[in-house]
């Protein structure tokens, strides 16, 4: 079995909206060039039978990081800056890094025995109710503790994000009004 | 099967504990929550020690739980629990009297501003004190013995903002900390003897046949069995704790401490606490070692005595008494074994709580005052605590049918059969004259004659002047922020009387469950039942051991009344009447026998000699040789600095030169650009990869 | 070619592209962009690694791309947060010209 039509579509629109999110010049179209790569990987993962992860990739890329990318820019007024440079000083070297490392990647991947592998690919039979078991059996401490971090990521990214209110609102109220009883 | 009670036996130390624990969290304006904390956890104690107590009735064998604690080495730490009647005991007397106390301190310290710190101690050493008593390896007994002395010192310097008072504390934890040294020596040398310090962990533990045995057996200095040798070194710190001469300086000082900590701490339990580890560590006590306890009893039971007999503060009064009364009950664990002196300790705990706590009502209803000159005719402004009062002094001086008459009269008799030396007896016997008659004096002064509240004539100052004229202690001036009005004395709030009356009925009836025609008491302890049978006052010199303690009894109470009942004291100021009679011994009595001033001349002196000496070594020979050092090391450097300007630095500092080039090429790679940083990562992952690949080839 | 082999290249793709973003773009957005492009290439392997493994029953790849997904939400607030609060202090989202820490 080869790869399917559907399989290739996809992952030429992934790859283009990752191309066009990381060269277009004004912020915004990147965003949604980001957004379109996000929705294809999504969709990419429904053709591999991952459906739960696909639904996830898409709430949580497309609905929240994307979003959240096109608010900072606006907050950062990065959609208003003067467009001339786009690319670092490094840039060159940076692209020719990153063409190595793909060199080297794919050197790897056809190299290994995957390219003519003849294991099993029947579709794995997963319903969403052995994901809820795995989920909440075995995997139950592993949710735990990636609430915890979300959680504690929010209140850290509220913490940074916040403007600091200018001027000392006094700690001193907080010293106890009687010293004297102290005594 | 253990028993439930037995299993979970720690709870009755941890509950106070954790109670302390809390209310060391509250803010200082929750005196109701921590002052409930502290009884309510008190009361469960009670009720679970009221429970064990009903298991060591059922079951007097003993029974014990032994918890791993820690890894040692290839051993394991062990602590434990027991209970047997001793225990059973100790835990009903320290948890009942603990709680009336903690109710008492309700009434007197409603006025003080750190109320919650107070329960907070005496919670925490209540727990300790449980832990104490049912600790079943010496090491756990040697921890809550520490946070017991701990707990002591901060109650006793509660009023720090009193020099008196922290000085007190101060001499307090030192000096029992001289006993301690005892105490942890010998525990350690139990522990390489006997290698446990479980008293009993079926057979094996350190005070259990095998081990006894092999230690009586193993002599050592002098000829003196290891068994004997460590025996003396924990009653050290029985010494220690419970105020026994030489280390007794502490326990009147500690007296500054609020009242309720003086009934708790300073008579009922903690200086008990001594006289129950030596009771505890009994089969350690060999007769040559029972003879140095009875010997070291009898003569603290008679020597404080003789010093209450001067004293003009309430309190140390009673501070001396107590220690007298220790003194009795080592001389019973000596004379006459376990049963005898712990039947002291426990009556003793009662009436002298009782009076404690009727001595702090006094003072309560005479706004701070603590000088007995100075009060007078109490009797019928204060009449419930009078009436407690003397039920107390009463069972304190021995008089027959009260509780300390048995007990005391138990430890004479013991005395009196002692085949090693009749000096004890002679001792106890003398003492008890002087406890009587130091007792009469004392209810003369504060409860009959005319009221003696100072006018506004006598000022503190004027009282510090006149106690030092007579080379007494000065009067504890009023606390600060308490108006210290001329007005008539009170009598204290119900819940301060209260406790007073359930004591004073304990002090009166206590004595009843350990008389000789049912010593119920004695043979609870030994694990045997009992029998009403009047034989036993028939036992050879018993009743006229008796006679004799009761005479002595009528003739202190005689000599007190002779000299201070037949003619009223009038003023304030005037004479005592033993001083008139004998100013020298008054005055060395009032100073208390100028122990603590021996103590200044020798051991603190030679203390600060050798501080000194210590000093001049420093300066001029350690501190010489330094220097003698400092300046070969400096004409050293002095020449080696001239070969290194001119011969190594030419060299060395091209290199530094060429060092800091190279540092300044490798800077800049650290350019503070995020993305040249993620490009070496990057390179290094396309590195990293090609080697893996290759390893992979080859 | 397989398509383990096909979703591999992809994948290896997908983290150039994104590397190279991360590596030349100026924008400290875009460069956070191109991090999530690397991570949801990872993503994409777990889940072809899952897909054609031998033990797909077992649900490692697939639970490890769905905590991953959610550390990346978690990565992303705090990472924009952290954009934010240096565009507020140097005024500019320009990561060549945030070189505070130059040594």
Same mark, same amino acid.
């Given at each position: 079995?080869?790869?399917?039509?559907?399989?290739?579509?996809?992952?030429?629109?992934?790859?283009?909206?990752?191309?066009?999110?990381?060269?277009?010049?004004?912020?915004?179209?990147?965003?949604?060039?980001?957004?379109?790569?996000?929705?294809?990987?999504?969709?990419?993962?429904?053709?591999?039978?991952?459906?739960?992860?696909?639904?996830?990739?898409?709430?949580?890329?497309?609905?929240?990081?994307?979003?959240?990318?096109?608010?900072?820019?606006?907050?950062?007024?990065?959609?208003?800056?003067?467009?001339?440079?786009?690319?670092?000083?490094?840039?060159?070297?940076?692209?020719?890094?990153?063409?190595?490392?793909?060199?080297?990647?794919?050197?790897?991947?056809?190299?290994?025995?995957?390219?003519?592998?003849?294991?099993?690919?029947?579709?794995?039979?997963?319903?969403?109710?052995?994901?809820?078991?795995?989920?909440?059996?075995?995997?139950?401490?592993?949710?735990?503790?990636?609430?915890?971090?979300?959680?504690?990521?929010?209140?850290?990214?509220?913490?940074?994000?916040?403007?600091?209110?200018?001027?000392?609102?006094?700690?001193?109220?907080?010293?106890?009004?009687?010293?004297?009883?102290?005594? | 099967?253990?028993?439930?009670?037995?299993?979970?036996?720690?709870?009755?130390?941890?509950?106070?504990?954790?109670?302390?624990?809390?209310?060391?969290?509250?803010?200082?304006?929750?005196?109701?929550?921590?002052?409930?904390?502290?009884?309510?956890?008190?009361?469960?104690?009670?009720?679970?020690?009221?429970?064990?107590?009903? !298991?060591?009735?059922?079951?007097?064998?003993?029974?014990?739980?032994?918890?791993?604690?820690?890894?040692?080495?290839?051993?394991?730490?062990?602590?434990?629990?027991?209970?047997?009647?001793?225990?059973?005991?100790?835990?009903?007397?320290?948890?009942?009297?603990?709680?009336?106390?903690?109710?008492?301190?309700?009434?007197?310290?409603?006025?003080?501003?750190?109320?919650?710190?107070? &329960?907070?101690?005496?919670?925490?050493?209540?727990?300790?004190?449980?832990?104490?008593?049912?600790?079943?390896?010496?090491?756990?007994?040697?921890?809550?013995? !520490?946070?017991?002395?701990?707990?002591?010192?901060?109650?006793?310097?509660?009023?720090?903002?009193?020099?008196?008072?922290?000085?007190?504390?101060?001499?307090?934890?030192?000096?029992?900390?001289?006993?301690?040294?005892?105490?942890?020596?010998?525990?350690?040398?139990?522990?390489?003897?006997?290698?446990?310090?479980?008293?009993?962990?079926?057979?094996?533990?350190?005070? !259990?046949?095998?081990?006894?045995?092999?230690?009586?057996?193993?002599?050592?200095?002098?000829?003196?069995?290891?068994?004997?040798?460590?025996?003396?070194?924990?009653?050290?710190?029985?010494?220690?704790?419970?105020?026994?001469?030489?280390?007794?300086?502490?326990?009147?000082?500690?007296?500054?401490?609020?009242?309720?900590?003086?009934?708790?701490?300073?008579?009922?339990?903690?200086?008990?606490?001594?006289?129950?580890?030596?009771?505890?560590?009994?089969?350690?006590?060999?007769?040559?070692?029972?003879?140095?306890?009875?010997?070291?009893?009898?003569?603290?039971?008679? &020597?404080?005595?003789?010093?209450?007999?001067?004293?003009?503060?309430?309190?140390?009064?009673?501070?001396?008494?107590?220690?007298?009364?220790?003194?009795?009950?080592?001389?019973?664990?000596?004379?006459?074994?376990?049963?005898?002196?712990?039947?002291?300790?426990?009556?003793?705990?009662?009436?002298?709580?009782?009076?404690?706590?009727?001595?702090?009502?006094?003072?309560?209803?005479?706004? !701070?005052?603590?000088?007995?000159?100075?009060?007078?005719?109490?009797?019928?402004?204060?009449?419930?605590?009078?009436?407690?009062?003397?039920?107390?002094?009463?069972?304190?001086?021995?008089?027959?049918?009260?509780?300390?008459?048995?007990?005391?009269?138990?430890?004479?008799?013991?005395?009196?059969?002692?085949?090693?030396?009749?000096?004890?007896?002679?001792?106890?016997?003398?003492?008890?004259?002087?406890?009587?008659?130091?007792?009469?004096?004392?209810?003369?002064?504060?409860?009959?004659?005319?009221?003696?509240?100072?006018?506004?004539?006598?000022?503190?100052?004027?009282?510090?002047?006149?106690?030092?004229?007579?080379?007494?202690?000065?009067?504890?001036?009023?606390?600060?922020?308490?108006?210290?009005?001329?007005?008539?004395?009170?009598?204290?709030?119900?819940?301060?009387?209260?406790?007073?009356?359930?004591?004073?009925?304990?002090?009166?009836?206590?004595?009843?469950?350990?008389?000789?025609?049912?010593?119920?008491?004695?043979?609870?302890?030994?694990?045997?039942?009992?029998?009403?049978?009047?034989?036993?006052?028939?036992?050879?010199?018993?009743?006229?051991?008796?006679?004799?303690?009761?005479?002595?009894? &009528?003739?202190?109470?005689?000599?007190?009344?002779?000299?201070?009942?037949?003619?009223?004291?009038?003023?304030?100021?005037?004479?005592?009447?033993?001083?008139?009679?004998?100013?020298?011994?008054?005055?060395?009595?009032?100073?208390?026998?100028?122990?603590?001033?021996?103590?200044?001349?020798?051991?603190?002196?030679?203390?600060?000699?050798?501080?000194?000496?210590?000093?001049?070594?420093?300066?001029?020979?350690?501190?010489?040789?330094?220097?003698?050092?400092?300046?070969?090391?400096?004409?050293?450097?002095?020449?080696?600095?001239?070969?290194?300007?001119?011969?190594?630095?030419?060299?060395?500092?091209?290199?530094?030169?060429?060092?800091?080039?190279?540092?300044?090429?490798?800077?800049?790679?650290?350019?503070?650009?995020?993305?040249?940083?993620?490009?070496?990562?990057?390179?290094?992952?396309?590195?990293?990869?090609?080697?893996?690949?290759?390893?992979?080839?080859? | 070619?397989?398509?383990?082999?096909?979703?591999?290249?992809?994948?290896?793709?997908?983290?150039?592209?994104?590397?190279?973003?991360?590596?030349?773009?100026?924008?400290?957005?875009?460069?956070?962009?191109?991090?999530?492009?690397?991570?949801?290439?990872?993503?994409?392997?777990?889940?072809?690694?899952?897909? &054609?493994?031998?033990?797909?029953?077992?649900?490692?790849?697939?639970?490890?791309?769905?905590?991953?997904?959610?550390?990346?939400?978690?990565?992303?607030?705090?990472?924009?947060?952290?954009?934010?609060?240096?565009?507020?202090?140097?005024?500019?989202?320009?990561?060549?010209?945030?070189?505070?820490?130059?040594?």
């Amino acid at each position: 079995m080869g790869m399917t039509a559907s399989f290739l579509i996809l992952a030429t629109l992934t790859l283009a909206g990752g191309v066009a999110a990381m060269t277009l010049r004004r912020l915004v179209h990147c965003a949604l060039a980001l957004a379109v790569s996000f929705a294809g990987l999504a969709a990419l993962y429904v053709n591999l039978g991952a459906e739960f992860a696909g639904l996830a990739q898409l709430l949580v890329y497309v609905g929240a990081i994307a979003i959240l990318i096109v608010f900072a820019i606006l907050l950062t007024h990065s959609s208003e800056t003067e467009l001339q440079k786009v690319f670092s000083p490094a840039g060159v070297a940076g692209a020719v890094l990153a063409l190595a490392v793909f060199a080297v990647l794919a050197w790897a991947v056809v190299g290994s025995g995957v390219v003519h592998s003849t294991a099993s690919v029947a579709a794995p039979q997963t319903s969403m109710r052995d994901i809820g078991f795995a989920l909440m059996q075995g995997y139950v401490l592993p949710l735990e503790v990636i609430a915890l971090m979300l959680t504690a990521a929010m209140i850290g990214a509220v913490i940074l994000a916040v403007r600091p209110t200018s001027g000392s609102e006094p700690a001193e109220t907080q010293a106890p009004r009687n010293p004297e009883l102290r005594a | 099967m253990t028993p439930w009670i037995v299993q979970n036996l720690w709870l009755i130390p941890v509950l106070p504990m954790v109670a302390a624990g809390l209310s060391a969290l509250l803010k200082r304006k929750e005196r109701g929550l921590s002052a409930g904390l502290a009884i309510g956890s008190m009361a469960i104690s009670l009720l679970l020690s009221l429970k064990a107590f009903a !298991e060591a009735l059922a079951h007097p064998a003993l029974q014990v739980k032994i918890v791993d604690w820690m890894q040692f080495g290839d051993q394991w730490v062990q602590l434990g629990w027991l209970l047997d009647p001793l225990a059973a005991v100790m835990l009903v007397m320290v948890s009942f009297v603990g709680l009336l106390i903690f109710i008492y301190s309700l009434g007197y310290m409603a006025h003080d501003d750190n109320f919650a710190r107070f &329960f907070c101690f005496l919670s925490l050493f209540a727990g300790a004190m449980l832990g104490v008593v049912i600790a079943n390896s010496l090491l756990l007994l040697f921890m809550c013995w !520490e946070v017991v002395g701990l707990t002591s010192y901060l109650l006793i310097g509660f009023w720090f903002h009193r020099p008196a008072a922290a000085a007190a504390a101060k001499k307090a934890f030192i000096t029992t900390r001289v006993g301690d040294l005892g105490l942890l020596i010998g525990m350690v040398w139990l522990y390489s003897q006997s290698g446990t310090l479980i008293f009993y962990g079926y057979g094996n533990g350190c005070l !259990e046949q095998r081990a006894v045995t092999a230690m009586a057996a193993h002599a050592t200095v002098a000829g003196m069995a290891v068994s004997t040798a460590i025996g003396l070194l924990i009653f050290c710190g029985a010494v220690g704790k419970s105020g026994q001469v030489p280390l007794h300086v502490w326990l009147p000082d500690a007296m500054e401490g609020p009242t309720p900590v003086s009934a708790l701490i300073h008579a009922a339990t903690m200086v008990a606490a001594g006289v129950y580890l030596v009771a505890r560590v009994y089969p350690l006590m060999s007769g040559s070692a029972l003879e140095v306890v009875a010997w070291v009893g009898a003569i603290t039971a008679l &020597f404080a005595a003789s010093i209450a007999v001067a004293q003009n503060d309430i309190k140390r009064i009673l501070a001396y008494s107590t220690v007298s009364q220790l003194g009795y009950m080592m001389l019973g664990l000596g004379v006459g074994g376990v049963a005898v002196g712990m039947f002291h300790l426990i009556t003793h705990a009662f009436f002298k709580a009782l009076l404690f706590l009727g001595a702090g009502s006094v003072i309560h209803g005479c706004t !701070e005052e603590q000088d007995i000159r100075n009060m007078g005719g109490l009797r019928k402004f204060l009449p419930v605590t009078f009436a407690t009062y003397s039920a107390g002094m009463l069972a304190l001086c021995g008089f027959p049918l009260f509780a300390g008459f048995w007990s005391k009269d138990a430890i004479l008799h013991a005395a009196h059969g002692w085949d090693v030396s009749m000096g004890p007896f002679y001792l106890g016997a003398i003492g008890a004259l002087l406890t009587a008659f130091y007792m009469t004096r004392q209810m003369y002064y504060v409860f009959f004659g005319q009221k003696r509240t100072p006018a506004a004539t006598v000022t503190p100052a004027a009282v510090a002047a006149h106690g030092a004229g007579h080379g007494v202690e000065p009067a504890v001036s009023p606390r600060p922020g308490e108006v210290c009005a001329v007005e008539d004395p009170h009598e204290s709030p119900s819940v301060m009387t209260g406790p007073l009356a359930i004591l004073a009925v304990f002090a009166v009836f206590l004595g009843f469950v350990g008389t000789p025609a049912w010593p119920w008491f004695q043979n609870f302890l030994n694990g045997r039942g009992v029998a009403w049978d009047w034989a036993g006052f028939s036992e050879p010199g018993l009743v006229s051991t008796m006679v004799v303690s009761s005479l002595i009894v &009528f003739a202190g109470l005689l000599l007190g009344w002779w000299f201070y009942g037949r003619k009223p004291i009038v003023n304030a100021t005037d004479e005592d009447a033993l001083e008139s009679l004998a100013p020298p011994v008054f005055h060395a009595l009032g100073n208390r026998l100028y122990v603590d001033e021996f103590y200044g001349v020798t051991v603190i002196a030679l203390t600060r000699f050798c501080a000194a000496f210590a000093s001049w070594l420093d300066r001029w020979i350690f501190g010489g040789l330094v220097r003698l050092l400092a300046w070969t090391v400096t004409g050293v450097s002095w020449l080696d600095a001239g070969v290194d300007r001119f011969v190594v630095n030419g060299g060395f500092d091209e290199g530094c030169r060429e060092v800091s080039r190279g540092g300044r090429l490798l800077s800049r790679l650290q350019n503070g650009r995020v993305q040249t940083y993620l490009s070496v990562i990057a390179a290094a992952l396309v590195v990293l990869a090609l080697w893996l690949l290759w390893g992979h080839r080859g | 070619m397989t398509p383990l082999a096909g979703c591999l290249l992809v994948s290896s793709l997908l983290f150039s592209v994104g590397l190279a973003g991360a590596l030349t773009r100026r924008n400290a957005i875009l460069v956070l962009a191109g991090i999530e492009l690397m991570l949801n290439a990872a993503n994409l392997n777990f889940i072809a690694f899952w897909r &054609f493994g031998p033990h797909p029953e077992f649900l490692t790849g697939f639970m490890f791309v769905i905590f991953s997904i959610a550390v990346a939400a978690a990565e992303a607030a705090v990472g924009l947060a952290l954009i934010l609060a240096i565009y507020r202090h140097a005024r500019t989202s320009d990561v060549s010209e945030i070189t505070e820490m130059k040594g």
